[in-house]
């Protein structure tokens, strides 16, 4: 099984409208939680970090964080076309380092 | 601004030779990754090191090396390329051990090996 799961996508979503992404891990132990956007070309940046159960909110972008169920999750809301890329969903398994899912691409329809 | 460099965006090599790819960053980052990434696969770690001198085997270090001199510079070594590892290689820093710390990546080197 692997570390980290992600909805495999692609995912289309209209201008204006949520992207939901989803993520699992399998190792209980992980702490921080992070989504990388990465442009096709580019290296991957990162957009978002959570620790905490529950929601964090950074301008258009939404993580939320359930521990018990071991899932992770990114909301886009007011998706533009900008937003198209492939997102990485990462935990920290351990000190150092880092476990990433093999990606959701989403596309924003114009 | 964390700046994470590659020596090459894109290199193509043959069977058999010896490549070196190496990543500087400049914001006295303990720790230093280099991953490989393939379509469907997602980002694979190769190795890692947390300190000087000092380096870890990753998920998949099989036909790699790492040398890490000073602080700033991590190399990758492929001892003796093979077609398998043409790959998009990326390395990356961090600032210190522990969760929560972010990786910043360089901008990747596509490596072909013919």
């Known amino acids: 099984q692997k570390e980290v799961e992600q909805n495999s996508g692609p995912l289309s979503v209209p201008e204006g409208a949520i992207a939901s992404l989803n993520c699992t891990y399998s190792?209980?132990?992980?702490?921080?939680f992070f989504w990388y956007r990465q442009y096709s070309g580019k290296s991957p940046e990162l957009i978002m970090s959570i620790y905490s159960n529950g929601d964090k909110e950074d301008g258009r972008f939404t993580a939320q964080l359930n521990k018990a169920s071991q899932y992770v999750s990114l909301l886009i809301r007011d998706s533009q076309p900008s937003d198209s890329a492939t997102y990485l969903c990462?935990?920290?398994?351990?000190?150092?380092?880092?476990?990433f899912g093999a990606g959701t691409t989403v596309t924003v329809r114009a | 601004d964390v700046k994470v460099t590659q020596s090459s965006r894109y290199l193509v090599k043959r069977t058999g030779e010896k490549v070196f790819l190496e990543c500087v960053q400049d914001m006295d980052h303990e720790n230093m990754f280099w991953y490989r990434q393939d379509p469907g696969l997602g980002l694979r770690l190769i190795y890692f090191s947390y300190d000087v001198k000092m380096k870890e085997k990753g998920d998949i270090p099989e036909g790699y090396s790492v040398s890490r001199e000073k602080k700033e510079r991590f190399s990758l070594i492929l001892e003796s390329a093979s077609t398998n590892q043409t790959s998009m290689y990326l390395c990356?820093?961090?600032?210190?051990?522990?969760?929560?710390?972010?990786?910043?990546f360089g901008p990747g080197t596509r490596l072909t090996v013919l």
């Open positions: 990356a820093s961090s600032l210190k051990g522990g969760f929560g710390d972010t990786q910043y």
């Open positions: 990462a935990s920290s398994p351990n000190d150092y380092k880092l476990s």
């Open positions: 190792d209980r132990g992980s702490q921080s």
